[in-house]
């Protein structure tokens, strides 16, 4: 299984970004997936997740609004576009495959991450 994540970037407040993240050595249909970060010198923290079937979708509270996550099971990609970003979204983002169809908290795969800054 391998997760890669791309698109974090330096970025100005109020500013948008899109992540994006690819899985293979799995059936990426199959599973919930999410995306987690970690602000700089603190814990992995939940950011927003997506059922296996594209029909239900989550997200922290902080982001609601602002972010939204999707998913191409065709192309087996993950994404996460973000706009008005403020400096307390400063983090490394992770994509995240869970082992169910449907609980993305279970975490059984995480990526290496990409960072995102957002600093004027």
Not at 63 to 68: I, K, N
Not at 81 to 103: I, Q
Request: charged fraction near 20%.
């Amino acid at each position: 299984v391998q997760l890669v994540e791309s698109g974090g970037a330096l970025v100005q407040p109020g500013g948008s970004l899109r992540l994006s993240c690819v899985g293979s050595g799995f059936t990426f249909g199959d599973y919930a997936m999410g995306w987690y970060r970690q602000p700089p010198g603190k814990g992995l923290e939940w950011v927003s997740g997506i059922h296996a079937t594209n029909d239900f979708k989550a997200y922290r509270p902080s982001v609601q609004g602002r972010f939204t996550i999707s998913r191409d099971n065709d192309a087996n990609a993950l994404y996460l576009e973000m706009s008005d970003l403020k400096p307390e979204d400063t983090a490394v983002y992770f994509c995240t495959k869970s082992s169910s169809d449907a609980n993305w908290n279970i975490r059984q795969y995480i990526g290496r991450g990409t960072q995102v800054t957002v600093s004027s």
